[in-house]
């Protein structure tokens, strides 16, 4: 790793724990006030439920410890990157993680609480008991902002009964397949989502995903992020984003797998994205499709369409990024290439395709320009360096069948 992607990495990993000390004394038991209410003591589900007898919770799935392999191309743990602070977790981590338990709740008089990151374009839900703990769940936490709809004397709109899934970005293509449709799953086998909340600004891939569970969004209570909603009844979902029984119910009910009619070989194009280009694209180009690779935009496809291409794809490569996700969708056996910034180690398309029993690769490229994050820099990657892990990926693909 390079100087600059070592002081980067240190950077960001600086600045994350700077931005935790104000919580972390509040949750060590400084008064809320002294620090003008802007941060709150949190509290897991089984903590608040053992200071509410009126809370339920059920363990549909137990905390577990994972063995999953190493990425095809590694063949040393001790090779994967440990830098895991802006995910809570490292590559190094993936074959040995704690996956967290899968837990059922039921809580009561609660005030669901949102703010907007404009400068982001991220969305944050935040769950506050009647005392004023935070509800701490992944990707649902307090911050700042959110006291604007907390404070004493806010208004909200109340709710008798309400089933609530919506996690921090809840609009992220990667974070609704795979965070947000597994509990969607589990809530409709179970019966749970007559009061299902949905957030009022939805994509077309929330929308085209429900409708091909059977739920029709407009049949849902729909929310505001201007308007807190105070719930009499809340049911909510704890869960670990890559368990397997979680991930692969969702391609049972909507890809089931077809193992004699996946034979695809797909290229995941960046050149529609916003950000995050690969530059060597053009050149790698002819050497895809002399392999028999289609080069696809996922932006072009609506998601029936992209989920009955990834049904029947049998290599996938792609720089990383969101369509990355739609690998949920590809039969068991399937074999994934990612090309990653070394500098930017992310665990999250491992662990993905662990969790779908699929075969991994990860093939660094090299970072371009001065973005300021990682993510809105572009790649490039020499065709000798991303061959052999493609060549190979077509062999283990065959081998499978």
């Known amino acids: 790793m390079g100087v600059t992607q070592t002081i980067d990495r240190l950077r960001w990993s600086a600045l994350?724990?700077?931005?935790?000390?104000?919580?972390?004394?509040?949750?060590?038991?400084?008064?809320?006030r002294l620090l003008g209410d802007r941060y709150r003591p949190h509290e897991?589900?089984?903590?608040?439920?053992?200071?509410?007898?009126?809370?339920?919770?059920?363990?549909?799935?137990?905390?577990?410890?994972?063995?999953?392999p190493l990425p095809r191309n590694i063949e040393r743990r001790d090779d994967l990157p440990r830098d895991g602070a802006l995910w809570g977790y490292s590559m190094f981590d993936v074959p040995k993680r704690h996956a967290a338990a899968t837990l059922l709740a039921e809580v009561?008089?609660?005030?669901?609480?949102?703010?907007?990151?404009?400068r982001r374009g991220e969305?944050?839900?935040?769950?506050?008991?009647?005392?004023?703990?935070?509800?701490?769940l992944r990707e649902i936490r307090w911050r700042p902002p959110h006291r604007a709809q907390t404070r004493p004397g806010r208004t909200a709109r109340r709710l008798e009964r309400a089933t609530w899934i919506a996690e921090r970005v809840y609009d992220n293509h990667s974070h609704w397949l795979s965070a947000h449709l597994p509990k969607l799953v589990l809530l409709q086998e179970r019966g749970l989502l007559g009061d299902l909340v949905l957030p009022k600004t939805r994509t077309r891939v929330m929308d085209a995903s429900l409708a091909a569970l059977g739920i029709d969004p407009d049949a849902c209570i729909t929310c505001d992020p201007d308007e807190p909603l105070d719930v009499?009844?809340?049911?909510?979902l704890s869960t670990d984003r890559f368990r397997p029984e979680l991930l692969r119910p969702v391609r049972d009910r909507l890809a089931p797998p077809d193992p004699e009619a996946a034979d695809a070989r797909v290229f995941i194009s960046r050149k529609a994205?916003?950000?995050?280009?690969?530059?060597?694209?053009?050149?790698?180009?002819?050497?895809?499709?002399?392999?028999?690779?289609?080069?696809?935009?996922?932006?072009?496809?609506?998601?029936?369409?992209?989920?009955?291409?990834?049904?029947?794809?049998?290599?996938?490569?792609?720089?990383?990024?969101a369509g990355l996700t739609n690998m949920m969708f590809c039969p068991p056996g399937a074999q994934i290439?990612?090309?990653?910034?070394?500098?930017?180690?992310?665990?999250?398309?491992?662990?993905?395709?662990?969790?779908?029993?699929?075969?991994?690769?990860?093939?660094?490229?090299?970072?371009?320009?001065?973005?300021?994050?990682?993510?809105?820099?572009?790649?490039?990657?020499?065709?000798?360096?991303?061959?052999?892990?493609?060549d190979a990926a077509i062999r283990d693909a065959e081998t499978s069948r």
């Open 123 to 136: 969305f944050h839900p935040a769950i506050v008991t009647a005392d004023g703990h935070d509800l701490r």
């Open 108 to 118: 009561h008089d609660c005030r669901i609480a949102f703010f907007a990151d404009d």
């Open 337 to 390: 290439v990612e090309i990653g910034d070394p500098g930017f180690p992310n665990p999250n398309f491992y662990a993905l395709a662990c969790a779908m029993g699929l075969g991994y690769r990860i093939v660094a490229g090299t970072s371009v320009g001065e973005a300021p994050h990682p993510l809105e820099r572009d790649l490039t990657i020499a065709p000798d360096d991303l061959l052999p892990a493609i």
């Open 273 to 321: 994205s916003r950000g995050r280009h690969l530059l060597s694209e053009d050149a790698l180009r002819p050497l895809l499709e002399a392999r028999g690779f289609t080069l696809v935009k996922m932006e072009d496809l609506g998601f029936a369409e992209q989920v009955a291409l990834m049904r029947r794809t049998r290599v996938l490569v792609a720089p990383h990024g």
């Open 16 to 32: 994350w724990h700077a931005r935790r000390m104000p919580a972390r004394a509040v949750e060590r038991g400084l008064p809320p």
């Open 44 to 68: 897991t589900l089984s903590e608040h439920a053992a200071r509410d007898p009126r809370a339920r919770i059920e363990t549909i799935h137990p905390q577990t410890a994972l063995d999953n």
């Open 232 to 236: 009499g009844t809340l049911t909510l």
